[in-house]
């Protein structure tokens, strides 16, 4: 593996921290010597995406809760992650805002009575929209790899979707899978 690639699993992104502990991303940054950091660009109230409406089990058009933020690996753009959240979980929490969430976004749907206990994820590679391509700094025939995930609750309802979009010359994602 070379010092540019990133291996990122999504087991620590899934599950709710102590309190006073980094969120994941530092966390995980800081434990491979590395320095990471998030820009929130935009927290607030929209019409859902027709795929994210599908995915959320919601009608298209209907409002949903967004974090828009861009990650960086040592001062590096390396991921634009849209989270999306259904309103009835997400307004008027913190989740709606632009200020860094205290133990993550994770921990604070656990707080709120929302925990997962199931997500799936797609993972595709395609060509970046200009203003990606801008975001992260990629050339013009440079994929990102777009992971979708939806996490679910013990009754299998969505409350919560995350879009990122990665350069794919610096990721590769690990799955680990308990069987049995």
């Known amino acids: 593996m070379g010092t540019s690639e990133w291996v990122s699993t999504s087991m620590p992104y899934l599950t709710p921290r102590e309190k006073g502990q980094p969120d994941t991303w530092d966390a995980e940054t800081a434990a491979r010597g590395r320095r990471g950091s998030q820009r929130i660009v935009h927290a607030g109230e929209i019409a859902a995406p027709p795929e994210i409406a599908e995915l959320l089990g919601i009608a298209e058009g209907e409002n ?6 861009v990650m960086y690996l040592d ?3 390396c991921e634009l992650t849209d989270t999306y959240y259904p309103v009835h979980i997400a307004q008027g929490t913190r989740l709606a805002g632009t200020a860094k969430i205290p133990g993550g976004a994770i921990s ?3 707080d709120l009575g929302h925990v997962g206990a199931r997500v799936q994820e797609d993972v595709v590679a395609r060509m970046p929209s ?6 992260l700094r990629t050339g013009d025939d440079e994929p990102v790899l777009q992971l ?3 996490t679910l609750d013990a009754h299998d309802k969505p409350i919560q979707v995350d879009r990122m979009a990665m350069p794919g010359r610096l990721q590769r994602l690990r799955y680990e899978i308990k069987i049995g």
């Open 148 to 150: 979708t995930r939806v």
């Open 75 to 77: 001062d590096a753009p």
């Open 108 to 110: 604070l749907l656990a």
């Open 130 to 135: 200009c203003e990606e391509r801008e975001a």
């Open 64 to 69: 949903v809760v967004v974090r828009r933020r």
